[in-house]
């Protein structure tokens, strides 16, 4: 396993309080709903106090967006579908601790050494080889790029570009959350092809177009990867599919601590009592002291709409003001033979639409790989991101054609299986939304928030945004029992360069 290696990674102490809920004389009872990273690590959170958890998840698996679960290949042959790739960053301190908790020096996850990104006219930049720490790592990475020349480097505005180098949450969403993550990139001027790569493939990531996603999100991101991290751009992935690598065991640990957990039963409203929450999920009425929503955008908001007990009005239409991000498509291709041995297992692709990726499975996952060996074939994933059609049909040919294009040793192929996600449940990050986003706390001290799509003052995002709102989920009710919390870690919540930061706030905002 690798170890975090930046020194200067923050850490929020635990809050204090009693070492275990037995002390308390009864063990509070607390629902989480939604299984996802977040419920998940909510429920470790309050589990390891010795609160008494339970978990009611919709859908029949754990893991949410992280989630896998059976299909048959036409032939009958068993494998494990999911959303497909994720990147495993080693700055995602509170997801690896979560994960820690079954597999202590993260074996089941495995380093990928390149992340290469290619741009319409084959050109490739990569993150492989570079140094760790800022501002090196972007030194270095321009000065190589084919993407970049030095006069590209001249006209860069240095005024317009500070905030990337400076970020501080939630400061940098102050300064940016009015303007979308195009006009900002305008206004850099980033030569049009290193901005398409380097911007636009994590502007995607986060499932929006440039002109629909805030720009403070976006430089949030860029600090957490790039600029404001020593541990580097290059990340693991698990091993084996999700379900095996992560969550059956991660199962185990919470049921060895009494968590009960209910897979396809999904919670339909809460009411308040003068005690607590009763709770209403496949027909029954339960009672709980505290209550976690750690549900994506839709789930919380219908929950929510039904919930008129819970909450103020404010917050309520806080919560219905919540936007998910247009649909995306996954889709997973079984061939009959196999990809050019040199082609990466992961490729971010930018102005190539509407491919964002594709990830060659079998290079690094072992369900895939043994497949792979057994059949001599591949299995080939495209994802396509922030979809501007609903003919999913129609981008399932046009992702087939680009992926022709790009690895033409596919072009004859015979598809021996596949299988098509179209989904959309991802948070927006919408320009100007900052400012009515949901926090954590909630104006009900026992029940709270956690998700990807909650706003929590860490430069963290994606599954771990997810990750540090479940442990900080579970730290408000603990702190609301006086039972002891857990840190929560990120990299440094500032620019790393003093004289920067000095500019940065001396700017008019
Ligand atoms: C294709 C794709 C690629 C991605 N790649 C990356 C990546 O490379 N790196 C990265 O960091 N992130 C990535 N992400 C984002 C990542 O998946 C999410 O940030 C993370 O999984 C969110 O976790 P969550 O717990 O907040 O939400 P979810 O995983 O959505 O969990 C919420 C859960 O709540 C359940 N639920 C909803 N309503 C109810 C109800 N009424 N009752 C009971 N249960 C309910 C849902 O079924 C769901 O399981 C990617 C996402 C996708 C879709």
């Known amino acids: 396993m690798t170890r975090p290696r930046d020194r200067r990674r923050v850490t929020r102490q635990a809050p204090a309080g009693l070492p275990d809920a037995a002390l308390l004389g009864r063990r509070p009872t607390a629902a989480i709903v939604g299984g996802g990273i977040a419920g ?7 589990a390891e106090r010795g609160v008494s958890v339970t978990v009611f998840e919709r859908e029949d698996h754990l893991g949410g967006r992280v989630g896998g679960w059976p299909e048959r ?14 990147a495993f960053f ?31 006219h084959g050109r490739i930049d990569t993150f492989a080889g570079l140094p760790r720490t800022p501002p090196w790592n972007a030194v270095a990475f321009a000065w190589r790029s084919p993407t970049f020349t030095r006069k590209d480097l001249l006209h860069l505005s240095g005024r317009e570009a500070l905030p990337l180098a400076t970020v501080s949450v939630p400061e940098i969403y102050h300064r ?3 303007t979308d993550a195009a006009t900002f990139l305008e ?50 992935v698990p091993t084996e599919p999700f379900p095996q690598a992560l969550w059956d065991p991660l199962a185990s640990y919470l049921t060895g601590r009494r968590v009960d957990l209910r897979t396809g039963t999904a919670v339909t409203g809460l009411g308040r009592t003068l005690e607590g929450f009763t709770l ?52 997973r291709l079984w061939l009959d033979r196999p990809v050019e041995p040199h082609r990466s297992p992961f490729l971010g692709t930018g102005s190539i639409p509407p491919l964002d990726n594709i990830s060659l499975l079998d290079r690094y996952e072992g369900e895939a790989r ?56 991802c948070p927006l990050f919408g320009v100007g939304d ?48 006086g039972l002891a919390g857990h840190p929560i870690r990120s990299v440094p919540n500032h620019g790393r360069i003093r004289l920067l930061n000095r500019l940065a706030t001396s700017m008019p905002g």
Request: glycine share 8%.
């Open 40 to 46: 998940l690590t909510a429920a470790t959170g309050l």
């Open 187 to 236: 206004a850099i001027n980033f030569p049009p092809a290193a901005k398409h790569l380097a911007f636009e493939v994590f502007s995607r990531s986060f499932f929006a177009d440039p002109r629909e996603l805030s720009a403070a999100e976006l430089a949030t991101m860029f600090h957490l990867y790039f600029l404001g991290s020593s541990e580097g751009l290059v990340f693991d």
């Open 176 to 178: 940016l959350d009015r």
């Open 370 to 425: 043994r497949w792979a060996a057994r059949t001599g074939g591949s299995v080939v994933e495209l994802h396509a991101y922030a979809a501007s059609t609903d003919d999913s049909s129609g981008l399932e040919k046009a992702l087939e054609s680009r992926l022709h294009e790009i690895y033409p040793e596919t072009r004859n192929a015979r598809v021996v299986g596949d299988i098509t996600l179209w989904r959309e449940d």
């Open 434 to 481: 900052f400012a009515r986003r949901p926090t954590v706390e909630t104006p009900d001290p026992a029940l709270a928030l956690a998700g990807d799509g909650i706003r929590i003052d860490l430069p963290v995002a994606l599954m771990e945004r997810a990750a540090a709102t479940g442990w900080t989920a579970a730290n408000s009710l603990l702190g609301h029992w």
């Open 280 to 331: 209403e999920a496949g027909g029954r009425t339960e009672h709980f002291d505290g209550v976690v929503l750690a549900c994506d955008v839709a789930g919380l908001r219908e929950i929510v709409a039904a919930s008129p007990e819970i909450g103020t009005e404010a917050w309520r239409a806080d919560i219905g003001g919540l936007r998910t991000a247009p649909p995306f498509l996954v889709r």
């Open 73 to 86: 290949l036409p032939d009958g042959t068993a494998v494990t579908m999911s959303r497909g790739f994720h």
């Open 90 to 120: 080693r700055q995602y301190y509170n997801l690896r601790a979560l994960l820690a908790r079954t597999d202590p020096r993260l074996d089941r996850l495995t380093p990928l050494t390149d992340y290469p990104l290619m741009d319409a």
